[in-house]
Nanobody, 120 residues
């Protein structure tokens, strides 16, 4: 059974930091691209970042220079380090896995999400 379990969300003041984790199981993690998405109330889901199976990374313009994606293949876990957080970063953050190992294509598996709240 495929599982993606996010953790690390919470309430943080503007300018603060959080590190999200996504623990994966049930598939060959090394072969997959892993992405982080977010969805705020009343807004469409946005792809925040992705790391391909060969380690290339992608960031949305809104988070470049503030967020860093990384993965630990030994732990089957992908991380999203979020610094200099802003109120507009408030959303439910979900991770996803893509079986071709590529960013920018349709994802196969999704986690349930973790809430990140940055008050204004």
């Amino acid at each position: 059974e495929v599982q993606l379990v996010e953790s690390g969300g919470g309430l943080v003041q503007p300018g603060g930091s959080l590190r999200l984790s996504c623990a994966a199981s049930g598939f060959t993690f090394d072969d997959y691209a892993m992405g982080w998405f977010r969805q705020a109330p009343g807004k469409e889901r946005e792809e925040v970042s992705c790391i391909s199976s060969d380690g290339r990374t992608y960031y949305a313009d809104s988070v470049k220079g503030r967020f860093t994606i990384s993965s630990d293949n030994a732990k089957n876990t992908v991380y999203l380090q979020m610094n200099s957080l802003k109120p507009e970063d408030t959303a439910v953050y979900s991770c996803a896995a893509e079986g071709l190992g590529l960013c920018g294509v349709e994802y196969d598996y999704w986690g349930q999400g973790t809430q990140v709240t940055v008050p204004s």
